[in-house]
């Protein structure tokens, strides 16, 4: 009610007036029944329009020529050049299909529309797929922009009545789909007369979805950085456009006003709306009673008379949705939302925007989120390949003399700008430096794929071929320490202990058979070095038969604490299933279960000690239990003392691990140093 209130005298006006420009324009034409008639929405203030009547004469749409395709679904209409963009509003009230099959630069379409320069040359600037100003004109066809770059999108309208919506698109029709369009370096100024203002679409009343844009965005009654009104679905989408106007409006980093649905949304750009009578949100300016807002963010600084992290105003429901109180400068709860932090403000501080634990409950099909960063959408946007790395090896590392190179089983990793990885379709064409016409004990091979480079090393035997399947070891040793367990080939997993100090250790792992290669964290080689650190060290040795097979092997060494000079040492821990199986570091306890936490002590005097050993299970600073055993350690020698563990809840846990003489006999003292681990549960 209150924004119909707002807008209600302007409503009025804008009737009246429409009916005396048709009475004047088509005193002869019928209302027709089939009329293209633009949605009921809020309507800009029409006393700045300058209204002329003008001559109208019937259209023809005829199909315009473009770099292929025939315009249905399955062969869409190729856009490679801008000339085939703008060749789209010939045909715009058309159900076709299209998509951009190149990137594609509108800067040669100049900075301003409507106008003329010095010379009386006109600057037409870009003229909106789907311009509104005629009532009739929508985009109604289906666009896929395939991940290509639009840049230099410029509109400079410097007269009130020139468009009615600006944006790449002026109006997405309701049956109408736009996907993956990418806009960079957009610079929009609409005057303040006109109604809607986005870099993608002045108004949407069809489907967006994975669609971005950055730039700057200024002008416009309702004025977003990705779409000026949203009235239907707007989807896995973001801005990270600047917005502002001189005016009173309603203005959003992604949407001016909201009558549908947003989800999976953010915002970066910084909103500000100088006008006494402004809605301005980080992410939405307003959101009216049928809009709704669900799992999205916003950490653009907001400015204005009304201005809220996330909306500036909200009548409709909003779930899951988050600002940065430090960023946007809103520390209040305008504009609504939800929180975990605190209930009462609904926005979330720096630190907890970058926690993954403050979205719980967001889809990991739609979003990327890690410690330390905001989270980011999956597929959308220009994303640039950063690095590839062998993830898994290929089958074959070892080859005969005139062999061919076999890549099967290899997956190259592509890691991306954008926090996305994906499998790259590798092929023999992106491997140099194989050749097998000679014996080499360690080729190394060259995967060159999208500029990124990793290498892997092969081995070419002699010309005798040998089709072994072993990919077992026949031994396992350390340097510095033993196993604790008896080596033997079928048996996986190892521990070994080694006192405090030892900086590193090497690890010697001889294959079963000749023809096999062993692999030691990834490292080729069945000798290997491996740095160590107080506290558990991880050690991962994979076999790979000639014929494929191969297995992983896996070796934990734990290096002691520091003595406190009591002469009894805590060298680790240890976790273990109900079976008595050793967890791998790293592998996350399921809640609910059974484990056995397992520490190793050593009792360096040559005196009988009877300690009390103390478990400390912590979460978040919270002591969630507290277990103690009092056993004997027999001089010179070492103990395993083992405690039942049953996890209670979910989320990283730290276990601490004490050693403390006799309460009632010696006084209480620390016997060594603690040893501290941390584990996840979930």
Partial sequence: MQRFARFLSVKMLAAMLALVLMASLLPNLAMAATAKQKAPRHTRNVQSMSMTPMSMSPMVQSTPAFSGGSGTQSDPFQIATASDLSNIRQVETQTHYYELTADIDLSGYGKSYNTTD???????????????????????????GNGHIITGLCINSLTDNALNDVGLFGVIDTSATVTGVTLENVAINAPDGLVEAGALAGENNGAVSYCCAGGTVSGGYFTGGLVGYNNQTTSNSYATVSVDSPSGGDYGGLAGENDGDIANCFATGSVSGEGGDSWVGGLIGYIDTSGSLEDSYAIGAVSGAEAGGLAGENDGAITDSYWDTDTTGAGSDTGGGTGTSDSANNGETNDAMMQPATFVGWNASNWVDQNGSYPYLLGVGSATLTSIAITTPANKLTYNVGDALDLTGLVVTGYYSNSTTQAEPVTAADVSGFNSSAPNSAETLTITYGGQTTTYTVTILGTQSHSSADDTLMSLTLSTGTLNQTFAPGTLAYTASVPNGVTSDTVSAVASSVYAQVYINGLPGAI????????DNSVAIKVYAQDGANQTYTLTVNEASASSGSGVMISGFTVTDSSHNVVPAGTALTHGNQYYLAMTVQNGSSASLNPLFIIEVLQGGQMLSLDGVQAAINPNGSSTITALY????????????????????QGGLPLAQPVSGTEIVQ
């Fill in 118 to 144: 010095g010379n009386g040359d006109p600057l037409v600037g870009w003229d909106p797929i789907g311009d509104f100003t005629s009532n009739e004109n929508a985009f109604e066809g289906h666009f896929n």
């Fill in 646 to 665: 049953t996890p209670s809840s979910t989320g990283t846990i730290d276990l601490d691990f004490y050693v403390w003489s006799n309460w009632l006999n």
């Fill in 528 to 535: 290997q070095t491996m740095p160590l650190s107080v506290g």
